[in-house]
């Protein structure tokens, strides 16, 4: 959910989230109440950036986590302008994000899985085949 920067600290003071993280301008956060969906076996896809992946295996004994990754840096600006939400300036400073979150993750392996997304099909199949196989090993 979306919620204005004000509410969104407000909940942040409040405990609400497990996490939170200010990336590219903007404050991101996964709820607590993932614990107890998690604990009555519910499962979820949440999209993370490095240091959110890092704080939740805090909280998770063993998740599943998957990077994924544009093909090359241009097909990921152009996926940015082609969207139309950013500024060119916005755009940059993600790029830029994203260069370091990928040297980050290339030098750290915090991650288990690594998906080059070429198409849309092919990466989720890819994550479908790999949760069957972290329900079902």
Request: net charge neutral; aromatic share 8%.
């Given at each position: 959910?979306?919620?204005?920067p004000?509410?969104?600290?407000?909940?942040?003071?409040?405990?609400?989230?497990?996490?939170?993280n200010?990336?590219?301008?903007?404050?991101?956060?996964?709820?607590?109440?993932?614990?107890?969906?998690?604990?009555?076996?519910?499962?979820?896809?949440?999209?993370?950036?490095?240091?959110?992946?890092?704080?939740?295996?805090?909280?998770?004994?063993?998740?599943?986590?998957?990077?994924?990754?544009?093909?090359?840096?241009?097909?990921?600006?152009?996926?940015?302008?082609?969207?139309?939400?950013?500024?060119?300036?916005?755009?940059?400073?993600?790029?830029e994000?994203?260069?370091?979150?990928?040297?980050?993750?290339?030098?750290?392996?915090l991650?288990?899985?690594?998906?080059?997304?070429?198409?849309?099909?092919?990466?989720?199949?890819?994550?479908?085949k790999l949760?069957?196989?972290q329900r079902?090993?």
């Amino acid at each position: 959910h979306f919620v204005t920067p004000a509410d969104f600290q407000a909940k942040k003071r409040a405990g609400f989230f497990l996490e939170t993280n200010h990336y590219a301008d903007a404050w991101y956060g996964s709820p607590k109440s993932l614990l107890v969906d998690l604990a009555a076996g519910m499962s979820f896809v949440i999209v993370l950036d490095w240091n959110g992946a890092q704080a939740l295996t805090k909280f998770l004994p063993d998740p599943l986590l998957v990077w994924l990754m544009p093909p090359t840096v241009e097909t990921l600006r152009k996926h940015l302008m082609i969207r139309g939400t950013e500024t060119p300036e916005e755009i940059e400073r993600r790029l830029e994000i994203a260069q370091q979150e990928m040297a980050r993750e290339q030098r750290e392996q915090l991650f288990t899985h690594h998906i080059v997304n070429e198409t849309i099909e092919n990466t989720t199949k890819t994550i479908c085949k790999l949760i069957k196989q972290q329900r079902n090993p």
